[in-house]
């Protein structure tokens, strides 16, 4: 059985920073591409970050280039996502995301609120 499980989330004020992260079980971890999306209320899902299986590559959205880092452990099959520098407009739902384009798997964690708040 696969499970995404992210952990992480939370109100932080402005400025702030929160460290998300997804323990990922039942996948042969070190095959999948990692995402992050993350989708606000009213908004469509948009890709956050992404890193490739050997976690020599790495994407972030452009309106999050220079705050938000994506790193994996392949060892403990983790995926995180570190947000510095955290704005209001952050605020929504984070999922955690795994996929192989090779086979067509793909797996969504349950996600993780967080909130950028006064």
């Known amino acids: 059985q696969v499970q995404l499980v992210e952990s992480g989330g939370g109100l932080v004020q402005p400025g702030g920073s929160l460290r998300l992260s997804c323990a990922a079980s039942?996948?042969?971890?070190?095959?999948?591409?990692m995402k992050w999306y993350r989708q606000a209320p009213g908004k469509e899902r948009e890709l956050v970050a992404s890193?490739?299986?050997?976690?020599?590559?790495?994407n972030v959205a452009d309106s999050m280039k220079g705050r938000f880092t994506i790193s994996r452990d392949n060892a403990k099959k983790t995926v995180d996502l570190q947000m510095n520098s955290l704005k209001p407009e952050d605020t929504a739902v984070y999922y955690c995301?795994?996929?192989?384009?090779?086979?067509?798997?793909?797996?969504w964690g349950q996600g993780t609120q967080v909130t950028v708040s006064s």
């Open positions: 995301n795994a996929v192989r384009p090779d086979f067509g798997f793909e797996y």
């Open positions: 039942g996948i042969t971890f070190y095959m999948y591409i």
């Open positions: 890193i490739s299986n050997t976690g020599g590559n790495t």
